[in-house]
């Protein structure tokens, strides 16, 4: 007998947190964390090893066709693989960032990822966490949280988070970045980052990552009565 299954949706610019809400989150609960911003990153990293450059669209395009991306479920997370590697620290650099910003901007590229994501939340209870998943990925998401805060504390959590990976970089590039991207992200024609309708809103400013786990699991108890 098959089950109806559960989808939470976290959406968010940058360095509101949403990723780490959203693996709390999954693993309070025993479900699958799936991190679709790190898809248009590695793509965004394909990109970079290739050659290309973040504004040639139609090179892009082509090399969809050439990627060697898979999603593999490792401790109930998802996973992806880059020609058969894990990329995980390689897709979280500032140029990563960029690449990324870009790339999701292209509707091939979008419609390329689209079944991926999509696939694995009708298979598995699923909290995925992203900027157009509530919008466009899992319209029909039995809860949507839209996370945010002030863009100073946003810039401070990515940059304490780069410069422990020993990352060379500064405040204000990454605030600089990150205005960058908030604008470029909210402003593309397809799927901009906006809350999606009947999105709950979440404002995580100053507080800790278990604060903003604590206010979002009453949201969840309230909402799902999980």
């Known amino acids: 007998m098959n089950t109806k299954k559960i989808s939470i949706a976290i959406d968010g610019p940058s360095g509101s947190g949403k990723g780490t809400l959203a693996k709390k989150l999954a693993n309070k609960l025993g479900f699958i964390y799936v991190d679709t911003g790190a898809l248009y990153r590695t793509i965004g990293l394909d990109v970079q090893r290739k050659g290309i450059a973040s504004d040639d669209t139609e090179s892009i395009i082509k090399n969809l066709s050439q990627i ?10 998802v996973q992806i693989l880059l020609d058969g590697e894990p990329v995980d620290d390689e897709i979280r650099t500032p140029t990563s ?5 870009c790339v999701s901007k292209i509707p091939e590229v979008r419609l390329f990822l689209l079944d991926l994501q999509k696939n694995i939340a009708l298979k598995n209870n699923v909290v995925m966490d ?29 940059y304490n988070e780069l410069i422990s990976k020993g990352e060379d970089v500064t405040y204000e590039k990454v605030l600089a970045d990150m205005r960058w991207r908030d604008a470029n992200d909210k402003t593309r024609e397809i799927a901009p980052a906006v809350p999606a309708a009947d999105a709950v809103m979440l404002d995580n ?13 009453k949201i969840v108890k309230d909402r799902l009565a999980l």
């Open 97 to 101: 960032s960029i690449y990324s910003s």
């Open 68 to 77: 060697d991306i898979n999603m593999v479920n490792v401790n109930s997370q």
């Open 205 to 217: 400013s100053g507080l800790s990552p278990d604060e903003t786990f604590e206010a979002a699991l």
């Open 130 to 158: 992203g900027r157009d998943i509530g919008t466009v990925i899992l319209p029909k998401a039995d809860l949507k949280i839209f996370l945010h805060a002030d863009e100073h504390d946003r810039a401070q959590r990515r």
